[in-house]
């Protein structure tokens, strides 16, 4: 087994399979000096070619994806978006190389443990565990750059704000450029991880092994830090997509594209189709993406949903939707609720386009998240009728549900070979496929 490296790099690349930490993990550089019996390296240099690969990859197109927003940041004269990002994100990428170049030995010595010496191996951990320019301070400076501090934004903040513009202005489409946010995220989670395992493999070559167990403890309060900052930008991208949507044809007021269409559709929990229901693909990439790069445990299980609503209906009597916890239950136990772990209201403001009367409302997303579920198959609880949660009078003597029936019947699967689930439903939302909302 190569460890937890390879384990969390394959999730977070591949963006599909969660792996955690397993047990042994961490033990190459003793394994070089013959302490474990077996050096792991021909197993180690096979799967980390492939992910080394992988990442190449995503930072090329990642660094295609930033040249063009630079490019239509100066058509319309917002460079400065762009320097206010570069500047936090130059110190942001000096902590990654420090990584990279103390990961890239790790590797050569981990490839070619015959003509590694124990020197070698000694001086690397050194370095490694510098209290100057280790990987527990990159790790400790990325966390800080991707979240912000006092007033100095994050670098995820400042690359949706960079973005925005030139999304509304229809000068790059708001779902390529919410998977470029989705690659940068990857980027810097990648380099946290690999700075994790290098901790991991020194203070076990010194036999520290109790304070090496204690690194992914450390790593998971950091990497859950970041869970707000990183999903909270989701919406904005969406909502721009909205608004880049908004064309003026030729003897028309206005018009609208496909993509504003599916947009709007994202935006609102695909509140609009009634004939079904499969959840957001942004936002469950989004939770896919974040929950990998917490590197679950074998013993882990974590569900989100994504709660979306008018912010006036937050407060508004006799609903309270900021304060509504939904449970899942067991399809197969439903008289079992699990109440969720943690939950965050994250407020969208409006956003208002340069045409006559269009805007989109103010959104509230509420996450609910449930960790340490058993493996099983879940529903949400149906609510409707409690607390308060009375269905609405609409259009054409419709219902308007709290939770429309279709999202009732969708089932939120975890097991070992699913880790983590996510789902979305709009509260009180219909939308009519052509979309326009005041």
Not at 21 to 45: F, M, N, P, R
Not at 58 to 76: M, P, W
Not at 183 to 208: G, K, P, T, V, W
Not at 216 to 223: I, P
Request: hydrophobic residues 35%; contains cysteine.
């Amino acid at each position: 087994m190569a460890g937890i490296l390879v384990a969390i790099t394959t999730s977070i690349v591949g963006g599909l399979i969660t792996s955690g930490l397993e047990a042994g993990a961490g033990w190459v550089l003793k394994g070089i000096e013959g302490d474990t019996g077996q050096s792991e390296s021909e197993a180690l240099a096979k799967e980390l070619n492939y992910i080394e690969g992988a990442v190449s990859g995503l930072q090329k197109e990642l660094a295609k994806d930033t040249a063009l927003i630079l490019t239509e940041l100066k058509v319309i004269q917002q460079q400065q978006l762009y320097q206010s990002w570069e500047t936090r994100d130059n110190d942001l990428q000096d902590y990654i190389t420090k990584i990279n170049v103390q990961y890239t030995r790790f590797l050569s010595y981990a490839k070619n443990p015959d003509t590694t010496s124990k020197a070698d191996v000694a001086n690397l951990v050194t370095e490694i565990l510098d209290s100057n320019s280790g990987a527990e301070v990159s790790l400790a400076e990325i966390n800080t750059l991707l979240k912000g501090s006092g007033p100095n934004k994050g670098v995820l903040q400042l690359y949706r704000e960079m973005t925005e513009p030139i999304i509304t202005d229809s000068k790059i489409d708001g779902y390529d450029a919410l998977n470029s946010y989705f690659q940068y995220f990857m980027d810097a989670s990648y380099a946290q991880c690999r700075a994790l395992y290098l901790l991991i493999e020194a203070f076990h070559y010194q036999n520290n092994n109790g304070v090496a167990e204690e690194q992914y403890d450390n790593y998971r309060k950091l990497a859950l830090s970041q869970e707000l900052p990183f999903i909270s930008n989701v919406q904005y991208f969406l909502r721009g997509a909205i608004l880049g949507g908004i064309v003026k044809p030729p003897h028309a007021k206005r018009g609208y594209t496909l993509g504003l269409v599916n947009a709007y559709q994202d935006f609102w929990g695909q509140s609009a189709y009634v004939s079904g229901y499969t959840p957001t693909a942004a936002r469950a990439k989004a939770e896919r993406i974040f929950s990998n790069s917490l590197a679950l445990k074998n013993t882990e299980n974590r569900v989100v949903i994504n709660m979306v609503y008018q912010e006036n209906y937050g407060t508004l009597k006799p609903y309270f939707l900021d304060s509504v916890h939904v449970p899942i239950v067991s399809a197969s136990q439903p008289s079992a609720e699990i109440q969720p772990t943690k939950s965050d209201v994250i407020k969208i403001p409006k956003a208002v386009k340069a045409f006559p009367s269009y805007n989109t409302q103010a959104l509230n997303l509420k996450r609910m998240v449930y960790i340490n579920v058993p493996g099983d198959s879940y529903q949400m609880k149906d609510m409707n009728d409690q607390s308060g949660l009375a269905p609405k009078d609409g259009s054409s003597g419709r219902h308007i549900y709290f939770q429309h029936p279709k999202y009732l019947d969708y089932l939120l699967i975890v097991n070992e070979g699913s880790k983590h689930t996510s789902m979305d439903f709009a509260c009180y939302h219909t939308l009519s496929a052509w979309v326009e909302v005041n």
